[in-house]
């Protein structure tokens, strides 16, 4: 026990006394859950809070055009421009201005595109009543151009594209019935109410996002993002860690250690304690700006009131596994260079087939498969099911113990391999 | 202490990862407790390989070592415990003072309390770095490290001291300080295992020396034997030069 209070001691000097190392391992990783945080959440209020621009022209001087644009600006999708630089754009404005990125969407609607849906339907009654049902449709339908900026994700496009198409099949179908009900009311001698009335809805849904214990959760980007990028902190540890030990063996102070009563699992467990103290600090932090600085920020309040206990101990078993993870690089990594360049390219690649950046059920099949062998996925997973869909740490305990089970793998695979480079090397 | 014989050697052989020619190659050597012995030998003659196997960093290929009574083999724990090791490189940790330095050592090697506090105090002043004691290692000069580097092997007071080269790049007041101080330990019946490149330091200090060359121990014995094996009243360097040849080693 002595022995090990001691390497405690050296261990906890050694880290504080790199100043500037210690501040990194805090400040980077909340500028890192800060950053992506308020990134995702901008990206969740564009779509939502008026934040696509969209430059619309409208030569429609009719009804379809109006409808169009009041649908579009009650959406609230979009910030919509009817000029460019105080100009009214011409349709070649309206693509090159898409085209230069300046709009993530340009709309034009055709002169007389109204007049063109009457006429259509006109001819279409006229053909109806004659008894003419094999007659072709006589006329142009009606184009309404969108133009979209190249730059804009393909998610966000489908969704935009999905919206404005709807707003029009909407009008059109309004204008459609108007002219019949004109129609047949002129053609017949008994008048007939607008058909318009018949579209009343009747099939709606309504959604809920719902969690265990019959709570309804409001997901956010808050709620979403600090678990998954704190976890991805919480790995880069491995870096620092690794180096640490390599720097270690390099100065030969752990050749010293090994001469002395103490094994290299006892230096080992040192490091662990140390460094899970500053990982759960790290947590703690972040956790602490979700809740307090981030309403501050104008961004939604991390809500964790009731999970403390599951949250602690599934950041516990997340810090054992990165620093496991990091005690096999560091004793396995001849040089610092290979450290480094191992450590933070294979969290990446975790953090990636994990589902960090993209959700699991998002990913190809074979990622899908590949995925739940990454402990950033097993953590990642405990996160989500406590502060997203109310589980409590009966529920997700399994998750802990695998990332308990991957740190204790690492850990033998670094003591068997420390035991082979004294017998082999 | 056991026996007589502080260390004894049998068949000790190390082959390197990849190597064909054995680093150590069957040594079989005693030696007996209380006194300084030399391991001589030009550069990659196996020196450091021998100190780092009898220190339990690396595990022989072959062969059998006792040390203090102990089986290198399966009682490492133990031989641990009798053992102070002062390495060729500065091994400390240079955020650290030398006080918290030698407070980690020390406690590790079982020292605490006032009494770990006593012989830190009395080394740094034997040694001179009591008024930079508080000071950062890093920033030490290299005189200082190596001086502080000692301390940190000999502060619990072993039984067996290995020295790898402990005067590399110092100079000559620092050189004194240290040669008369491990005389002095020996002379408290500390055996001192020591390797070194300066000749003339091993003739004056070591009470028996052993040449080694591409792994094998090519003479050993008091100095007085050695002359007398090789048929010379020569120092040291001639009959070392005699011995392992003109031939520059990497």
């Known amino acids: ?425 | 202490m056991k026996g007589d014989t502080a260390i004894k050697i049998r068949d000790l052989t190390r082959v390197y990862r990849g190597n064909s020619k054995p680093a150590v190659d069957k040594v079989n050597m005693d030696i007996p407790e209380s006194l300084i012995f030399g391991l001589l030998g030009p550069n990659g003659a196996g020196k450091t390989t021998m100190i780092r196997i009898l220190c339990g960093l690396l595990a022989p290929t072959a062969g059998e070592v006792t040390i203090g009574g102990f089986s290198l083999r399966h009682d490492l724990p133990s031989i641990r415990r009798i053992i102070g090791v002062v390495p060729q490189e500065i091994a400390l940790y240079p955020s650290l003072t030398a006080r918290e330095n030698l407070t980690v050592f020390g406690g590790i090697c079982g020292l605490n309390g006032s009494e770990l506090r006593n012989r830190i105090d009395k080394w740094l002043n034997i040694f001179g770095l009591e008024k930079n004691q508080h000071r950062q290692v890093g920033r030490y000069s290299g005189g200082m490290k190596r001086r502080l580097n000692l301390i940190a092997g000999l502060l619990h007071n072993p039984q067996i001291l290995f020295l790898d080269e402990p005067t590399v790049g110092v100079d000559v007041q620092s050189k004194k300080v240290i040669i008369d101080n491990l005389m002095e330990i020996n002379r408290g019946g500390t055996t001192i295992v020591y390797t070194s490149h300066y000749l003339e330091e091993a003739e004056n200090l070591c009470s028996y020396l052993a040449i080694i060359d591409e792994g094998r121990i090519i003479t050993r014995g008091t100095l007085h034997e050695i002359r007398k094996e090789n048929n010379t009243e020569s120092d040291l360097e001639n009959i070392f030069i005699k011995l392992t040849g003109k031939d520059l080693r990497d």
Not at chain 1, 229 to 254: C, H, Q, Y
Not at chain 1, 352 to 357: E, F, L, S, Y
């Open chain 1, 1 to 425: 026990m002595r022995v090990i209070f001691k390497l405690i001691y050296k261990d906890f000097l050694v880290l504080i006394r790199d100043r500037g190392g210690l501040a990194m391992l805090f400040v980077m990783p909340m500028a890192l859950v800060l950053i992506m945080t308020s990134l995702q959440d901008n990206t969740f209020k564009s779509i939502n809070e008026s934040g696509i621009n969209l430059i619309l022209m409208n030569n429609d001087t009719d009804s379809l055009g109006t409808a169009i644009e009041a649908e579009i600006i009650r959406s609230n999708f979009f910030k919509v421009h009817r000029e460019i630089s105080g100009q009214k754009p011409t349709g070649q404005d309206v693509k090159e201005a898409v085209a230069s990125g300046n709009f993530q969407i340009g709309m034009v609607i055709p002169a007389n595109a109204t007049r063109q849906i009457r006429d259509r339907v006109k001819h279409n009654m006229d053909n109806l009543f004659s008894g003419d049902t094999a007659a072709q449709a006589g006329h142009d339908s009606v184009f309404i151009m969108l133009y979209i900026d190249p730059a804009t994700k393909n998610s966000l496009r489908s969704t935009l594209q999905g919206s404005i198409r709807e707003y029009a099949a909407r009008v059109e179908s309004r204008i459609v019935l108007n002219e019949l009900t004109r129609e047949i009311n002129t053609r017949l001698m008994m008048p007939v109410a607008n058909l318009n009335q018949m579209k009343q809805e009747t099939v709606f849904y309504r959604e809920e996002y719902v969690a265990r214990g019959n709570k309804t959760v409001i997901p956010n980007s808050v709620q979403h993002n600090v678990p998954a990028w704190t976890l991805f902190a919480m790995f880069f540890i491995v870096i620092p860690f690794a180096s640490s030990m390599i720097k270690e063996r390099e100065d030969g102070s752990l050749s010293r250690l090994l001469t002395m009563p103490c094994s290299y699992g006892t230096i080992m467990v040192s490091k662990i304690l140390v460094y899970l103290v500053v990982c759960f600090l790290q947590f703690v932090l972040i956790m602490l700006m979700g809740v307090v600085l981030f309403p501050w920020l104008g961004l939604p309040a991390l809500m964790v009131t009731g999970h403390l206990l599951s949250l602690s101990v599934m950041a516990v078993a997340a810090a054992l596994a990165a620093i496991g993870y990091g005690i096999s690089i560091g004793t396995i990594a001849r040089t610092h260079q290979q450290a480094a360049i191992f450590a933070s390219i294979s969290v990446v690649i975790l953090a990636a087939i994990g589902g960090i950046w993209v959700p699991v059920f998002m990913m190809p099949p074979l990622f899908r498969s590949i995925s739940v062998v990454s402990p950033l996925n097993w953590g990642l997973n405990g996160f989500y099911d406590i502060l997203v869909r109310n589980a409590g740490l009966a529920d997700v305990v399994r998750y802990g113990i695998w990332m308990l089970l991957f740190s204790l793998a690492c850990l033998i695979i670094a003591l068997y391999y420390h035991r082979l480079r004294r017998e082999l090397s």
